[in-house]
């Protein structure tokens, strides 16, 4: 008996070292495969999605100028596969139009490319069967030319630990495409070749949700944490213009994207803007190129503010319009009252209090379901939390430099705990929310800047 305690006592005195010594190989071999993706990051080498893309493009008959297609997406609370899908009208000639008219056929069809920004993580995920839901979307709107490679090293856990280690939750994943427009001249004769390019970002994902927090502002006073991943949009937007300029063809832009992903969006667009205008000196590599950019269209859902720019409603970003709905939180921060404004304009969609409100209501939930299919989760009524919550922030903490201190750091979680459900609040703020909103109301039940 003695002998067997002893053995006990000897094999417990070496569980720490055991312990230590599998920390110590978990660690290792963590920091190997973090120090292996960093390297393969820096060197851009190939990462082999989970299936293969789509056939080739181009192959089936050349599509009509105008014509409706049924895009599939995903969406959190979709059930089964959490597919969901929409009709989409596409119109060639929106992108020879006046950029600053708002079209509102164009911004449905762009709620539901926003939303399919998310959908394409999936894909690059390893070990995943998931379509890639955004080359099958634009192959049936006929780009024949689409880039996601953004997606492979910013989709993977290991890609979010990285950023976490290397302090870069400023990156963002987005699809850039582009599409020989089908118009044809007024006497039925071929007009100057014209090609859209198409930018959808993606919102807030894993560690990028940092990136909302970094409020400190560049030399343009824009959100730093936004504008440099506007910056390198801006920079492939460019190197892409380049080339439909060197192939003839004049250049509309069309720039997409939901909360984080439209607030990029917002910058990229009035980067280019300024950049056309003339009047500011962009640090944009190809900003002479983007100056060429005859059209620029930019449809915006569920933004946050960008800018402490006292220029951002200038006539020049009239062609960024910036959609939200009353019941989602996000669009409100950073706070108004702290300076923080949207490039472009502001719209809203009808809220709880709205004439007519219960009838669009009703709309909305039911083309929700068809789409999602369950029912709509989202509470017009949460209007009123957000407005009693905004109303303690701005009266408990008068600027950003309050907000980063402990006082003000303890003044927004009372608030926010004490009058919000976080999950109930966070249906308003879903992709397939606005898409639903979007088709069930028309451009007039729109509120116009001021709301938001």
């Known amino acids: 008996m003695a002998r067997r305690s002893g053995r006990v006592r000897a094999v417990l005195r070496r569980v720490p070292l055991a312990c230590l010594l599998l920390l110590l190989a978990g660690t290792l071999t963590a920091s190997a495969r973090l120090y292996t ?17 789509p056939a080739a493009y181009g192959e089936e008959a050349p ?3 105008r014509f409706s297609a049924e895009l599939t997406y995903t969406s959190l609370d979709a059930p089964g596969s959490g597919e969901a899908s929409t009709s989409v009208t596409w119109d060639d000639s929106w992108f020879t139009g006046d950029e600053h008219v708002y079209n509102h056929e164009l911004a449905r069809a762009s709620s539901v490319l926003a939303a399919l920004a998310y959908s ?9 069967n998931q379509p890639a839901y955004m080359e099958e979307a634009l192959a049936q709107l006929g780009f024949d030319e689409v880039c996601t490679d953004s997606y492979r090293f910013r989709s993977e856990v290991l890609d979010e630990v990285l950023n976490l280690v290397t302090d870069d939750a400023d990156g963002v994943a987005y699809t850039i495409a582009r599409k020989r427009l089908a118009l044809s001249g007024g006497d039925g004769q071929e007009g100057s070749p014209r090609d859209v390019i198409l930018v959808s970002i993606r919102g807030s ?15 343009t006073s824009d959100h730093g944490g936004y504008c440099r991943a506007a910056r390198e949009i801006c920079g492939e937007v460019a190197a892409w213009a380049d080339e439909s300029a060197g192939d003839g063809a004049e250049v509309s832009v069309l720039l997409v994207g939901h909360s984080r992903g439209g ?11 300024d950049c056309r205008a003339g009047t500011v000196t962009s ?28 220029q951002a409603h200038d006539a020049r970003y009239a062609n960024i319009f910036n959609i939200a709905n009353p019941s989602d939180i996000m669009p409100y921060l950073p706070l ?21 409100f219960d009838e669009l209501r009703t709309a909305m939930e039911r083309l929700y379901e068809q789409s999602v299919g369950v029912a709509c989760g989202a509470d017009p009524s949460d209007k009123h939390v957000v407005d009693a919550v905004l109303t303690d922030v701005a009266q408990g903490i008068g600027s950003v430099e309050e907000l980063v201190t402990p006082r003000g750091a303890c003044a927004v979680f009372a608030s926010v705990a004490a009058r919000v459900d976080p999950v109930r609040m966070l249906y308003s703020h879903y992709p397939s929310t606005y898409i639903a909103w979007m088709n ?3 451009e007039d039940d729109l509120t116009e800047s001021g709301a938001v």
């Open 63 to 65: 599509l009509p100028a």
């Open 205 to 219: 994902y894993g560690s990028e949700w940092l990136s909302n927090l970094d409020l400190a502002t560049d030399e």
């Open 37 to 53: 993706r960093r390297v393969q990051e820096s060197t851009r080498a190939n990462v082999t999605a989970s299936s293969a893309l």
């Open 120 to 128: 394409e993580s999936g894909y690059y995920q390893s070990g995943s």
């Open 440 to 442: 069930a109301i028309d």
């Open 336 to 356: 108004r009252t702290w300076g923080y404004e949207r490039y472009g304009i502001d719209k809203a969609l009808p809220a709880v209090d709205a004439e007519g």
């Open 283 to 310: 640090s944009v590599a190809g900003a002479d190129s983007l100056a060429g950019i005859d059209r620029v269209y930019a449809y915006t859902f569920a933004s946050p503010a960008t800018t402490l720019n006292a």
């Open 263 to 273: 607030a990029i969006a917002n910058l990229a667009a009035a980067e280019i803007d």
